[in-house]
Nanobody, 125 residues
Framework: QLQASGGGLVQAGDSLSLSCTTS????????VGWFRQAQGKEREFVTY????????DYADSVQGRFTISRDNAKNTVYLQMTSLKPEDTAVYYC????????????????????WGPGTLVTVSS
């Protein structure tokens, strides 16, 4: 079961770190993604990481401001967000899928098989 945490209310320009943990399983050989959904908008891709290889990718909107990382010992994925903007306000979700080596669209929410309940990030101007 996935659990995202760390959301809150911050001001524009601030930083915030989110965590994604799992219980009852390991992230080994998984792909872990972060998505977000602003009110009234569709869920959008933020970033992802391949657990074993450490390969990462980011949406253009967060490139250079957000960093995804993993802690093998804690079986936790982090999303470090800096220079936050009001348009970053959304519910942030972590999601996983197994990585088989076959091609998949890492930015498509449909590719991920397990989702956590999300954590709200609000950035005030």
């Amino acid at each position: 079961q996935l659990q995202a945490s760390g959301g809150g209310l911050v001001q524009a320009g601030d930083s915030l770190s989110l965590s994604c943990t799992t219980s009852g399983r390991s992230f080994s050989n998984d792909v872990v993604g972060w998505f977000r959904q602003a009110q009234g908008k569709e869920r959008e891709f933020v970033t992802y990481i391949r657990w074993t290889a450490g390969i990462r990718d980011y949406a253009d909107s967060v490139q250079g401001r957000f960093t995804i990382s993993r802690d093998n010992a804690k079986n936790t994925v982090y999303l470090q967000m800096t220079s936050l903007k009001p348009e970053d306000t959304a519910v942030y979700y972590c999601a996983v899928r197994s990585f088989s080596g076959a091609y998949f669209d890492r930015s498509s929410s449909r590719e991920y098989t397990e989702w956590g309940p999300g954590t709200l990030v609000t950035v005030s101007s």
